[in-house]
């Protein structure tokens, strides 16, 4: 008997310190722990003022992977690069460049269909770039697509009309339908 009170007692005593917790400022409904109020100071007595706090942050997770990964497939290591940008796109699953980067690195080891699953959310992720398109139809050139690597060259040709890599891309194509080789 004794033990049911002692159990109603502490509930009511945590119930009535709960209820007098309150936060202040809360326009939004959303608590913000990490961002300190004005003329908080640090545990070294300084002022909160200037500090970057989690928001002001531009360091993603996946920064180092995707550079690794670009350094890789720059160096014509796309295995290595397609498992360093795989690896970005778990650290960071909305980075739009590391999905375009993985459909790239998957097009050159002829993983078709894994760098269609991955333009696809790299689409979503970034829009209708240049950078997209270019590589969309570079991927096609690669499959033998030849009209589907074109139009894909000219949308992004139409947003970047400067682009040497475009440019490059377009003349690829050219040549490739003069010169068919076959094995």
Do not use: H
């Not at 070294?44 to 497939?73: C, M, N, P, R």
């Not at 947003?159 to 050219?174: C, F, G, I």
């Amino acid at each position: 008997m004794i033990r049911p009170k002692r159990l109603a007692v502490a509930t009511s005593l945590l119930l009535i310190f709960l209820a007098g917790c309150q936060t202040k400022d809360i326009a939004d409904g959303v608590v913000r722990t990490n961002e300190p109020a004005k003329g908080d100071y640090t545990a070294f007595g300084d002022a909160f003022d200037g500090l970057k706090t989690v928001s002001d942050v531009d360091y993603y997770a996946s920064d180092q992977a995707v550079t690794e990964a670009k350094t890789q497939f720059r160096s014509e290591n796309y295995g290595n690069a397609g498992a360093l940008f795989y690896k970005a796109t778990r650290l960071a699953p909305n980075d739009g460049v590391a999905w375009l980067g993985l459909a790239a690195s998957c097009d050159r080891i002829r993983r078709f269909d894994l760098s269609d699953m991955a333009y696809t959310r790299a689409y979503k992720l970034l829009g209708a770039t240049p950078e997209y398109y270019n590589n969309v139809g570079y991927s096609y050139l690669l499959r033998g697509k030849l009209q589907q690597a074109r139009t894909n060259f000219l949308k992004a040709y139409e947003l970047a009309p400067n682009d040497p890599t475009v440019a490059n891309n377009l003349k690829l194509l050219s040549s490739s339908v003069r010169n068919i080789e076959r094995s």
